[in-house]
């Protein structure tokens, strides 16, 4: 491993760490959008030296990627404040509010909690060995891929068996 690439891990996983944080927080991430507008707005108002009003518009228009043009940057430094912008926007914050909103209006009512899985888990085990035992009694043979899982054994958990 290079010298720089564990840096370079670590700070990748922050950042994942972060935008997960950032995704699951709806407060944050819509005060992370504000902020942005907010803090853009003002860069373009220094850059540009237009009006609080004219750079917030110009903000949103152009984070939102509308871009109607009736404000457009005239100098580099505006030009260069749109790229990160708009990027950010459309690569992440708008992405993430979206994800969020849908995961909230898609809901599976039917979907089994991990209690309800796990009590799933555990009838099947105890069933496997009911099957076997009746298997056991009838004389029939078992196929290769259930009597290696009943060799194995059923364990209902790290060293409980079921019975």
């Known amino acids: ?3 720089g ?11 994942y760490r972060g935008l997960v944080w950032l995704a699951n927080s709806p407060r944050t991430l819509i005060a992370s959008y504000l902020l942005m507008i907010v803090v853009a707005g003002i860069l373009y108002s220094q850059a540009e030296r237009r009006s609080a009003g004219d750079s917030v518009w ?33 690569l992440l914050v708008v992405p993430l509010i979206t994800a969020h909103f ?10 089994f909690e991990h209690a309800e899985q796990e009590e ?5 085990r105890r069933m496997r060995v009911l099957l076997e035992e009746l298997a056991a009694r009838q004389g029939i043979a078992l196929p290769a891929e259930l009597a290696s899982a009943a060799a194995e054994g059923p364990a209902d958990g790290p060293g409980r068996w079921v019975g």
């Open 5 to 15: 690439s564990a840096w370079t891990a670590a700070a990748l996983r922050k950042i």
């Open 120 to 124: 799933l888990k555990a009838d099947v």
């Open 58 to 90: 110009w903000a949103v228009v152009t984070a939102s990627t509308v871009g109607y043009g009736d404000i457009s940057p005239t100098t580099w430094q505006g030009s260069t404040l749109a790229a990160p912008l708009v990027s950010t926007m459309v």
């Open 102 to 111: 849908a995961r909230r209006l898609i809901v599976d009512d039917d979907a």
């Open 1 to 3: 491993m290079q010298p």
